[in-house]
Nanobody
């Protein structure tokens, strides 16, 4: 499956941003989807994930209650709504797909998209 993330940009602290990840090549609804991010100089880290049917979501503690993951299987797209952004949210955000549950570590993810840069200024 091919993944294409978009929607990144430069925003101020407290602003909102929505990322999108469009999938193609395989049956989208068969895959759990997730978002990871890689802050400058740090390792890639789990942000959130959503099950194939959308009924199960999981979030990192650092983004819980601020970020929301959702998916539209008819559009083969997964979204990440980011509210109350903080400078520490600055990172390259990556979309991920997995035939099983998206792991909370980067190793073992089946498919990655190219990242999209999110920069939050203070």
């Amino acid at each position: 499956v091919q993944l294409q993330a978009s929607g990144g940009g430069l925003v101020q602290a407290g602003d909102s941003l929505r990322l999108s990840c469009a999938a193609s090549g395989r049956t989208f609804e068969n895959y759990d989807m997730g978002w990871f991010r890689q802050p400058p100089g740090k390792e890639r880290e789990f942000v959130c994930s959503i099950s194939w049917g959308g009924g199960r979501t999981s979030y990192a503690d650092s983004v819980k209650d601020r970020f929301t993951i959702s998916r539209d299987n008819a559009k083969n797209t997964v979204y990440l709504q980011m509210n109350s952004l903080k400078p520490e949210d600055t990172a390259v955000y990556y979309c991920a797909a997995d035939r099983l549950a998206v792991p909370q570590v980067p190793t073992g993810v089946d498919y990655w998209g190219k990242g999209t840069q999110v920069t939050v200024s203070s």
